[in-house]
């Protein structure tokens, strides 16, 4: 692609590995209620939203969320079904994240929340002695973080703005579609990681690498 300057990548899905049927799968094995019909990668609840802008805190996240699945048992089996869905992170991915940032101005976009923040950085500095993403991008933004998030215009537009970037220099990777709609109503390039598809073998595919 001609007069590409910036990526913007998603995190989970793209970056991290993230299998979201393991935390439903957790959560169905100590709730009444089929997790399914409340989160999905494409349809969530509102809790799930106001907790990804970070207007609830985690205590009143995980006590609504003990509501919503009638669950009377304790808060260390929420986070740990909460957090299920989050894998590893390929040394590769690493190494072509240091490659892609020697050639254009790179961020990060996440939908997440706290305790997950919490978890992948830990995992990031016990498997590759990393402390967090922040020397990888020239921007980190979390929803949780900003008050937004994917696929509201506002979200992408405040990326844009904060960086000076222009949106037809800027190309987005997300492997939801609902966020490569969001992205593209902006007039950024967006794209879709298809699944068992490699986010290095997508660039390539864009001649961006």
Not at 26 to 35: C, D, E, K, L
Not at 135 to 159: A, H, L, N, T
Request: proline share 3%; charged share 25%; with cysteine.
């Amino acid at each position: 692609m001609k007069d590409i300057k910036n990526i913007i990548f998603d995190l989970g899905g793209v970056i991290i590995d993230l299998d979201m049927d393991r935390t439903i799968q957790a959560f169905n094995m100590i709730s009444t209620v089929p997790f399914e019909e409340i989160y999905s990668q494409s349809n969530q609840i509102e809790l799930f939203n106001e907790f990804d802008k970070g207007k609830l805190s985690d205590y009143d996240f995980f006590k609504q969320l003990r509501q919503q699945i009638r669950f009377e048992g304790p808060d260390e089996d929420l986070l740990f079904a909460w957090n299920a869905m989050l894998l590893d992170v390929p040394e590769e991915r690493l190494e072509l994240l240091v490659d892609a940032k020697q050639d254009y101005n790179t961020f990060l976009l996440s939908n997440t929340c706290e305790p997950h923040i919490s978890t992948f950085e830990s995992e990031l500095y016990q498997k590759h002695g990393v402390k967090n993403f922040n020397d990888y991008f020239d921007g980190v933004y979390y929803s949780c973080r900003v008050g937004m998030r994917k696929p509201d215009r506002e979200i992408f537009e405040m990326v844009l703005q904060k960086n000076k970037l222009l949106a037809q220099e800027t190309v987005f990777i997300d492997d939801s579609v609902q966020h490569v709609k969001g992205a593209g109503e902006c007039g950024i390039n967006a794209y879709l990681l298809p699944k068992n598809m490699e986010v290095a073998d997508l660039l390539a595919e864009l001649n961006l690498l």
